[in-house]
């Protein structure tokens, strides 16, 4: 069984910074694509960034680009994302997801297995 359990949300002033992390039991995450996605209020879920097995990486576009970046812990089995200069905007529950293949895409229904979810909330 599949299980993802997602740490490190909290409460940040803008232009501060989280490290979120990403535990997974019942699979490699080295194997997999593994993924971080965000859904704010009243919004869909949202493709944040993602990692495949060879260790490409993808962000969504220009709005976390070059602020967050995605790792994965090979020895831990945990995927990671480093959230710097994090604005308002940024706030939303951030989840973990995995892929059933090696690849990473920006849609939310190629992953089955998901986290619960921890809250990023970033103040003005």
């Known amino acids: 069984q599949v299980q993802l359990l997602e740490s490190g949300g909290g409460l940040v002033q803008a232009g501060g910074s989280l490290r979120l992390s990403c535990a997974a039991s019942?699979?490699?995450?080295?194997?997999?694509?593994m993924a971080w996605f965000r859904q704010a209020p009243g919004k869909e879920r949202e493709f944040v960034a993602g990692i495949s097995r060879n260790g490409g990486t993808i962000y969504d576009g220009d709005s976390v680009k070059g602020r967050f970046a995605i790792s994965r812990d090979n020895a831990k089995n945990t995927v990671t994302l480093q959230m710097n200069s994090l604005k308002p905007e940024d706030t939303a529950v951030y989840y973990c997801a995995t892929a059933t293949t090696g690849w990473i895409t920006r849609i939310a229904d190629d992953y089955p297995y998901w986290g619960q979810g921890t809250q990023v909330t970033v103040s003005a």
């Open positions: 019942g699979r490699t995450v080295s194997n997999y694509g």
